[in-house]
Nanobody, 123 residues
Framework: VQLQASGGGLVQAGGSLRLSCAAS????????MGWFRQAPGKEREFVAA????????LYGGSVKGRFTILRDNAENTVYLQMNSLRPEDTAVYYC?????????????????WGQGTQVTVSS
C-alpha cells in the first residue's frame, strides 16, 4: 500500500484545513486508517482513526470535537477535517494504514505510512 498525504499548509488560529490521504496498491477498503502527528522534539501522537467500513471512529483527546476523520473507499481516500485549529496543532501529519479492519491508537500497529504533510497554525 502506498499512501500520499496532502492538504497541509499555513493557517491562522481558529481556521480550518482538510487533509487528504490517497491510497494505492492493495485493497484499501479492508484496512483501518489513521492519522498521527509529530511536532518538533515530541513523540508521534495519535490523532484519529477509522474502521474499514467507516462506521467507527476514534479521536485523540486533544482533537476531539474539532477534528473529523472520514473515508471514501470508492476513491481510496481518507480525510481529516480540522476545525478550530490552534497553534499547538502545528506538526507534521501522517496518514497510516493497518492490515486489519479494527482501529487502534498505537503507531506501531500500523503497517503503512505516508510521507507526511506540514500543518502550521499561527497565533
Amino acid at each position: 500500500v502506498q499512501l500520499q498525504a496532502s492538504g497541509g499548509g499555513l493557517v491562522q488560529a481558529g481556521g480550518s484545513l482538510r487533509l487528504s490521504c490517497a491510497a494505492s496498491g492493495r485493497t484499501f477498503s479492508n484496512q483501518a486508517m489513521g492519522w498521527f502527528r509529530q511536532a518538533p522534539g515530541k513523540e508521534r501522537e495519535f490523532v484519529a482513526a477509522i474502521t474499514w467500513s467507516g462506521g467507527n471512529t476514534l479521536y485523540g483527546g486533544s482533537v476531539k470535537g474539532r477534528f473529523t476523520i472520514l473515508r471514501d473507499n470508492a476513491e481510496n481516500t481518507v480525510y481529516l477535517q480540522m476545525n478550530s485549529l490552534r497553534p499547538e496543532d502545528t506538526a507534521v501529519y501522517y496518514c497510516a494504514a493497518r492490515s486489519a479492519r479494527y482501529i487502534v491508537t498505537m503507531a506501531t500497529e500500523y503497517d503503512y505510512w505516508g510521507q507526511g504533510t506540514q500543518v502550521t497554525v499561527s497565533s
